[in-house]
C-alpha cells in the first residue's frame, strides 16, 4: 500500500534532517559544539533524557572504555596529553547516539525505512528477534532464580549456558530466514551480478 502524498513529503524531509543532522554532527571538531548540541537534545528530549541518556550509556559504556582504556596506553607511551582527545571522542558519540535514540523516539523506524523493501523486511526481523530473545531471557532469568538458592555460584553457567542457547538459535533462524528472503527474491540482484 503506497502512502499517502502528504506522508510521503513528510518522511522524505524527515529522513533529510535526520541524515543532515548526522553528518553535521559527525564532521563537529570541537567539543564546545558538540557540548552545546547535547545540551539542546537535552532540552528538546525533556523528561525523557534520562531514560534516553541511560539507554546511550549501556550501549556505548563497554565499547567507549575499551577505546579510551587504549588511548590512554598509547598516549602514555608516546608522552601526550590524551585527556582533550578522549573528551572530544567519548563526547562525539556520546552526542550521535543520544540523537539517533532521540529521534527514533519522536519518528516511527519502520516508517522511516520503507524507502527500502530490503531494509524494512530486515528490520521487521531484526526488532522482532530482540524482543523474542529479551522475552527469553527474562524468563530464563526468572527460572534460574526460581530454582537455584546459591545464585552467585551458579552465575557463570547461567550466562554460558545462555550464551550458547542464543548463539545456537541465532544461527538456525539465520539460515532459516536467509533461505525465506531468497524464496521471496531479495537476493536475485546479487545473484544476477555473480552470474555476469
Known sequence: MTP???????????RLLFFTLFFGILILK???????I????????GKKRWIIGKKVIGGILLFNSAVSIGYL????IKGINPFPYL????????TLTFFVFFFFSRVNLLEFFAFSRELSYLLTITISQILTYRQLFHQFRLAFKSRVV??????????????????????????ERS???KSRGFFEEEERKRKE
Do not use: D, H, Q
Request: glycine residues 4%; positive net charge.
Open 150 to 175: 546459591e545464585l552467585r555460584k551458579w552465575e557463570k553457567e547461567f550466562i554460558k549456558s545462555t550464551f550458547l542457547f542464543f548463539l545456537e538459535k541465532a544461527l538456525k533462524e539465520g539460515k
Open 87 to 94: 573528551v572530544y571522542i567519548n563526547l562525539k558519540v556520546f
Open 38 to 45: 547535547l545540551g539542546i537534545l537535552f532540552l528538546l528530549a
Open 179 to 181: 533461505l525465506a528472503m
Open 73 to 76: 596506553i598509547f598516549s602514555w
Open 30 to 36: 570541537e567539543s564546545l559544539y558538540l557540548a552545546i
Open 4 to 14: 499517502p502524498k502528504g506522508i510521503k513529503i513528510r518522511l522524505l524531509f524527515l
